[in-house]
């Protein structure tokens, strides 16, 4: 299992109260991604772009409607690759990471509360969040679950990008990028790589991590931050 988390110093998964206890439990519930790129548009998960395989920036245009002018309006070039995304079978949590690895410049008490509380967005994904702090001890009972299934897994933090930008993906990158618009999820990402191709997710038993876990409400959990 290929694995980045470099600075990593806890792990976020926000979700319903029976998701939360479940995932206590040890069993991680992998949506196939295409979920995430065909889910209903009043979703706040949704994401058309995450099979995103190359983009070639944005044509702008000027827009008139009988020789009055509208505005500027974009023409996204973009190819993605739908096949792929049901054998890719996704975990998806808020990463935590140590200043130091973040930035040498001094922050402010702002900055950091701004970088390390979560977001309204983030914190509707559930009414409960589960913290891991004990990361180290989380992967390897993760790599350990792989290791008895036959397919191969990776972990790491999503690269957000400008998909008005030129970009090209590769079989390393692909299924961790995402529009720099969702920037604010933080998302470290443990991906599932099956040969799978229906529309149906994936069951990983790593076993209860209770001993390694705390629950709080959601509608609370920055009041849990505490910065001397």
Same mark, same amino acid.
């Given at each position: ?6 600075? /990593?110093?806890? &792990?976020?998964?926000? %979700? ?16 196939? /991604?295409?979920?995430?790129?065909? @889910? ?27 020789? $009055? ?12 690759? =739908? ?16 200043? +130091? ?11 950091? +509360?701004?970088?390390?509380? /979560? ?14 702090? =004990?990361? =180290? ?12 299934? #036959? ?5 790491? #933090?999503?690269?957000?990008?400008? &998909? ?6 590769? /079989? ?17 990402? &443990?991906?599932?790589? @099956?040969?799978?191709? $229906?529309?149906? %997710? ?11 876990? $705390? ?10 931050? $505490?910065?001397?």
């Amino acid at each position: 299992m290929s694995k980045d988390y470099t600075g /990593l110093r806890a &792990l976020i998964k926000i %979700g319903s109260n029976i998701r939360i206890n479940e995932f206590l439990d040890g069993k991680m519930y992998m949506c196939h /991604l295409s979920f995430f790129s065909k @889910t209903l548009q009043s979703d706040h998960r949704l994401d058309r772009n995450e099979s995103i395989i190359q983009s070639f920036g944005s044509e702008k245009f000027e827009m008139f409607f009988n020789e $009055k002018y509208i505005g500027i309006a974009d023409n996204l070039k973009q190819y993605n690759d =739908d096949k792929l995304l049901n054998t890719i079978k996704i975990f998806s949590m808020t990463g935590i990471y140590s200043i +130091e690895n973040e930035s040498k410049s001094r922050l402010s008490k702002k900055d950091i +509360e701004e970088r390390y509380y /979560l977001s309204d967005e983030c914190l509707n994904f559930g009414e409960k969040a589960c913290i891991i702090f =004990d990361v =180290d001890e989380f992967f390897m009972r993760f790599k350990d679950a792989v290791k008895k299934t #036959p397919f191969c897994a990776k972990a790491g #933090p999503i690269k957000y990008i400008n &998909l008005n930008e030129t970009y090209k993906s590769n /079989l390393n990158t692909f299924g961790m990028v995402k529009d720099s618009a969702y920037k604010y999820q933080r998302e470290y990402r &443990l991906s599932l790589f @099956t040969n799978c191709m $229906k529309e149906e %997710g994936y069951i990983l038993d790593i076993g209860s991590i209770r001993d390694i876990a $705390k629950v709080v409400d959601t509608n609370d959990f920055n009041n849990h931050f $505490k910065f001397r």
